[in-house]
């Protein structure tokens, strides 16, 4: 899009980013309210399910990593 407006001096970047489906200090600076999802997750696994299923129709990339079955 930048392109197309004109701007020449433009580059593509891709990083990974880390996020809790649900942030432990209630905080809200999670996916649930990020993306402002209505899924709740009452099961590690269905969330997992979930998400890469989001993420996978939309044709985002992503790598799903967690330790001790928890949503961080």
């Given amino acids: 899009m930048l392109w197309a407006a004109g701007y020449t001096n433009t580059s593509y970047q ?6 809790p ?15 402002q999802l209505t ?8 969330t997992l399910q979930y ?5 996978g129709t939309r044709g985002y990339p992503e790598v799903v990593n967690f330790d001790d079955d928890t949503n961080l």
């Fill in 14 to 19: 891709f990083d990974w980013v880390g996020a």
């Fill in 51 to 55: 998400l890469d299923t989001l993420f």
């Fill in 39 to 46: 899924f709740i997750n009452s099961n590690w696994t269905n």
């Fill in 21 to 35: 489906y649900d942030d432990p200090n209630g905080n809200d600076m999670d996916l649930h309210h990020w993306l």
